[in-house]
């Protein structure tokens, strides 16, 4: 049953920061047309159209679901004044379909709507600007799963992953739930209260946990119960079309400016520096990861220069509305050279994650959301401060780690009966093929 909005979430729109953010919400939802760029180029070329449509699939099902009950789980408590379910989750009934965010009221000779928080944006652009992110962060899943996964059980997981694991985590980090800064979060447990929120709030501007971490574990979970593709670790898995990942690094990098800057909701100073950040970050990455194969190859690739910039850019993605530019360089020239070491840990380990989404999202998800103990100006350890916001960085990283990770093992039990994998022909034939009775390329 839908609830009434109060009184007080109705209000005048500012015009500018309203812009912006549909701006930001249509830089953000390029992205996941991007990666499929990004994750078809470094697939093989008999799997291309299957790593893409894995992509444009999370566009249609998780846009469908965001709309009818995701903004509602996600963040229907801020705006029906209504509590939450255990600090996880809010009514995902409360604001079902979202047809309320549509409501105004007359004051005076005015018109007021339904608006977001402070910069006086409408709710509806609130929501669409974080459906995208909702978008990509399940898009972001499928490389750890290339050229051995059925469409159709893929599709079911886009659903099932975003209502039971993807909305409560937006909700505990961004909608006041546990992993926030409210007075009944982990981070008050652990250090007390102050002036009615927690005295050291976890800090993920733009989705470092929400996004990243979310999505490294989520696609390590699945990498491990899938299984490799056969031939993994005997076979050379090259890429087809390294412009096509090239192409796909640039518009990501692009459509991060709105990811990162737009999550500032208002166009302000703020919002410049978190772009001055996310060009720094992802700068200095790529140049790390470049360093470390010049140091480990003898060699620069144009693969690892693009996986450099996705690497600076995941890292910085949760600090750069609290860190200096220095501090942003420091950030990502540290990532890129953590995850370029990273992503042959999966020979090791033998797991067949395709296209190292543990590598580069996980690694370098956990370390921006960690070192924001570290090197943020106003709490970080490099600038004088305690240990506590170290502390609780560490603490929701963890959380979220465990949280998606067993969410995700169940999700995945229970589409086993589905069935995740194609059959040995169809593997070696293509997936492309098999799954969508289509080719990319005509033989020659």
């Known amino acids: 049953m839908q609830i009434a909005l109060p009184d007080e979430v109705f209000g005048t729109v500012d015009a500018g920061n309203t812009a912006w953010v549909l701006v930001s919400a249509s830089l953000v939802l390029l992205m996941t047309p991007a990666l499929a760029f990004f994750y078809g180029g470094l697939s093989r070329g008999k799997s291309v159209l299957n790593m893409m449509m894995m992509s444009f699939a999370a566009l249609g099902t998780v846009t469908v679901v965001y709309v009818l009950w995701g903004f509602s789980m996600s963040f229907g408590n801020t705006l029906t004044g209504t509590g939450d379910i255990g600090g996880v989750f809010a009514n995902p009934l409360s604001l079902f379909g979202s047809d309320q965010l549509m409501q105004t009221k007359t004051v005076g000779d ?96 733009a989705g470092g946990t929400v996004v990243h971490i979310n999505a490294g574990i989520a696609g390590l979970v699945l990498a491990l119960v899938v299984g490799n593709r056969r031939g993994f670790g005997r076979t050379a898995y090259r890429p087809h079309n390294i412009p096509f990942v090239m192409l796909g690094a640039a518009l990501l990098w692009f459509g991060w400016f709105g990811f990162n800057a737009g999550s500032e909701l208002g166009a302000d100073a703020t919002a410049g520096l978190v772009w001055v950040n996310t060009a720094a970050a992802t700068a200095a ?34 600090a750069c509305g609290s860190v200096s530019p220095v ?28 296209l190292d989404v543990v590598g580069v999202h996980l690694v370098s998800g956990l370390w921006g959301t960690v070192a924001i103990g570290l090197v943020a100006k106003d709490s970080g350890l490099f600038y004088g401060h305690d240990y506590k916001q170290l502390a609780v960085q560490t ?43 289509e080719s990319a390329y005509e033989p020659a």
């Open 110 to 205: 005015a018109t007021h709507v339904v608006v977001w928080g402070a910069t006086e944006i409408p709710a509806m652009v609130f929501l669409a600007f974080q459906l995208t992110f909702a978008v990509i962060t399940v898009a972001l899943i499928s490389g750890a799963l290339a050229e051995r996964v059925k469409f159709v059980t893929w599709v079911a997981f886009t659903v099932l992953f975003v209502t039971i694991v993807y909305f409560p985590l937006a909700h505990m980090v961004w909608g006041g739930g546990l992993l926030s800064g409210a007075k009944d979060s982990i981070a008050a447990w652990m250090f007390g209260v102050a002036d009615g929120v927690a005295e050291v709030a976890p800090i993920d501007f």
């Open 285 to 318: 990455a790529m140049v790390g990861w470049l360093i470390v194969e010049w140091i480990r190859d003898s060699h620069a690739t144009s693969v690892g220069a693009a996986s450099g910039i996705v690497a600076g850019l995941v890292a910085i993605t949760p």
């Open 327 to 354: 501090g942003a360089l420091f950030l990502g020239l540290v990532a890129g050279g953590l995850s370029a070491s990273a992503i042959g840990l999966k020979y090791r380990f033998k797991i067949d994650d395709s």
């Open 395 to 437: 603490v929701i990283a963890l959380v979220a780690l465990v949280f998606t990770g067993v969410l995700t093992f169940v999700i995945a039990m229970v589409l086993k009966p589905l069935g995740w994998r194609i059959d040995r022909e169809a593997e070696l034939t293509g997936i492309d093929s098999t799954e969508h009775a």
